[in-house]
């Protein structure tokens, strides 16, 4: 349910942990790519377009690096004059001291600073420039790529799913992109240039710094291992909490009217519980590795300094040397630590570009026809000859079906749950493909039609009615934009909308919410139907949308509808029999077929299906029909 949202357990947790160097947490758990070199050719393959800048973005690091690492060495200079110059100073009883060494010194460690803050600033910009246009154009291939996926791939995956590859994967590696790559080279350059600095100092002090390696390499690993296994259960914990929250939240009116306020805050507690033993836990553990390490460091530091004091009295080399020395092997530690941290950040990263690539690959609607046929003037007449359809290989749906509706005929389709009502229309509107047969529209096979044609001559209403954010004219006009204003209201007026809409405090202009809960499930149906009325189609598909409103506004919904089918082609899903008696052809399915067709009172005649599913409907306690 979290994921709906957009936003899943991981995304809360990484909210709530603490960050570490370089803007990593340690010991979060990690989504591992199953083919991460794979991935990560084709992820790259998304910056040649910017190779220059990546070129560029590759040099202003290095260059800011470079600048940084000198600093300590143009310090130590100044450290060397200022002692040489007192060592003098006390031996001639004089002050020794070269200031105008020392602030020239000063002012090239100044130069220096400003160098590679300057480069690091042009690294930023144009890092950020190449982050944002890859991320752009890769969610701009998935979103067309939705565009051309089937209506079968959204049905068998849930909407949270995709959302959370949208929003959370593009996140993800966009966040990636611009931050962790350029860290990753400067971290390289930094221990590289680092360690090179050191041994022109002294390779005995640098030997030394390598020997502490070892036992930091094995303190972050048993840590980061034992934190994995508490931040697992504390992401459990967070999805469990957060689900049980969301459920009470929506179903608040149910867990009221039956008394269960004081169960849900049980199992909230429960939740509560185990999420703070568990987050305690991970947060601790994770959160030893950096006081470890900088005992570690501290360590080596006094081995540093012992064996760089011995050298400086035997005149090995100067105090300044040390100084320096110090603050290289800081730097040091600071790169291997990002560097084990961003190893995890790019398996996560190629992991979420994995999901994305995955759906990018997933199979396309048949391609259109290379010479599609236009209906100019369309009548409505629809035939299906022979189809057969399934959604699993193995278990067949529709099979032999065939139907010849006129134009202006009204098609009632009734059948129990899971009979094909909802397939059928799918098919019509080439949602789905058949697997044989076909299916024409005033004779032309509606595969040479081009999709967007084809589905511009139906209008829908269904009984889950969908309207967005906007105005109520915005959603009216939303079938025929380019509708005028007289156009929208009289759409409005043959649906028997206008009257409520005028009593809204804005009328036509009145915005309606998300979920658009701020006018009734009648009127969002009289809405629909003025959609459909504006848009004029030839061909109408109605699902029966009266079962969950008052008798009053049925009356107007049935009204509606009955001026929106006048002159079409009908395609009505009922539920309630009642409301078909009047209809040209009754289809009667199950199992995929129809088993039973005619007239309202020829299928009563019958005494079959039809009988049966309308008897049971209309018939009282003794059985007698009504």
């Known amino acids: 349910m979290n994921e709906q949202r957009g936003r899943g357990p991981q995304s809360d947790m990484r909210a709530a942990m603490p960050m570490g160097r370089g803007g990593i947490r340690p010991g979060m758990p990690v989504q591992k790519p199953k083919d991460f070199r794979g991935t990560l050719r084709r992820l790259l393959a998304y910056f040649q377009p910017h190779a220059w800048r990546m070129f560029a973005v590759l040099m202003m690091s290095i260059l800011s690096t470079v600048f940084s690492i000198l600093s300590p060495d143009v310090m130590k200079r100044a450290t060397n004059d200022l002692v040489a110059g007192l060592a003098h100073g006390a031996s001639h009883h004089h002050t020794g001291v070269n200031f105008a060494d020392i ?119 048993t840590i980061a291992s034992r934190s994995q296994h508490f931040f697992v259960g504390q992401q459990r914990s967070l999805g469990q909490l957060n689900g049980h929250i969301e459920e009470m939240y929506t179903g608040h009116q149910i867990v009221k009217a039956y008394g269960m306020e004081e169960k849900a805050m049980e199992e909230f507690v429960e939740y509560n519980e185990k999420l703070y033993e568990s987050g305690w836990k991970a947060q601790f553990v994770s959160g030893l590795i950096f006081p470890l390490m900088n005992f570690i460091g501290n360590l080596g530091y006094v081995l540093v300094s012992v064996i760089g004091g011995f050298l ?53 609607e048949i391609p259109e026809a290379e010479h599609p046929i236009e209906l100019e003037r369309p009548r409505g007449d629809v035939d299906i000859v022979d189809v057969d359809f399934r959604y699993d290989p193995e278990r067949p749906l529709i099979e032999g079906m065939n139907i ?32 044989d047969g076909h299916i ?35 959603n009216i006009a939303y079938g025929r934009t380019n509708a005028t204003e007289q156009e929208v209201i009289a759409a409005a007026k043959a649906a028997r909308a206008d009257h409520f809409i005028r009593t809204l405090p804005d009328g036509y202009h009145t915005v309606l919410n998300e979920e658009a809960s701020n006018i009734s499930q009648g009127q969002k149906q009289l809405l629909t139907i003025a959609r459909a009325i504006l848009a004029n189609p030839s061909i ?17 919904i049935q009204e509606a509808m009955a001026r929106l089918m006048e002159g079409r082609t009908s395609f009505v899903i009922a539920h309630r029999l009642s409301t078909i008696r009047n209809a040209d052809l009754i289809l009667v399915m199950n199992h995929g077929t129809v088993i039973e067709q005619g007239t309202h009172q020829q299928l009563l005649a019958k005494n079959g299906f039809y009988a049966d599913l309308y008897n049971s409907q209309f018939a009282n306690p003794s059985g007698a029909a009504m």
């Open 103 to 221: 602030e020239r010194v000063l002012l090239e460690l100044g130069i220096l600073y400003v160098l590679s803050a300057f480069f690091s600033y042009i690294q930023q910009y144009v890092m950020a420039g190449v982050a944002q246009k890859t991320v752009y154009s890769l969610r701009k291939e998935v979103y067309d790529k939705l565009e051309r996926l089937p209506l079968r791939f959204f049905d068998s995956r849930p909407t949270g799913e995709i959302l959370s590859r949208f929003v959370n994967d593009f996140d993800n590696i966009g966040n990636t992109l611009q931050q962790t790559l350029t860290q990753l080279i400067t971290s390289v350059v930094t221990f590289i240039g680092v360690i090179v600095m050191m041994l022109t100092i002294s390779p005995w002090m640098t030997l030394i710094v390598f020997l502490t390696l070892p036992l930091s390499f094995y303190v972050t690993k």
């Open 312 to 364: 400086v009295t035997r005149g090995t080399i100067n105090i300044g040397d040390i100084q320096a020395f110090i603050m290289y092997a800081r730097q040091f530690t600071q790169p291997i630590t990002q560097l084990s941290s961003i190893s995890n950040i790019i398996q996560s990263t190629v992991a979420s570009a994995e999901r994305i690539f995955e759906l990018l690959d997933e199979q396309e």
């Open 440 to 474: 024409s529209i005033d004779g032309v096979d509606i595969t040479k039609l081009r999709r967007g044609h084809l589905r511009s001559l139906f209008g829908m209403v269904l009984q889950d009615t969908w309207l967005f954010h906007g105005t109520i004219y915005e």
């Open 540 to 556: 109408l598909i109605l699902d029966e949308a009266t079962s969950s409103v008052d008798t009053r506004t049925e009356v107007l």
């Open 404 to 435: 010849s509706v006129k134009a202006g005929q009204t098609i009632a389709i009734v059948g129990p749950t899971g009979a094909g009502k909802t397939t059928l229309v799918n098919l019509l509107m080439r949602f789905y493909e058949v697997d």
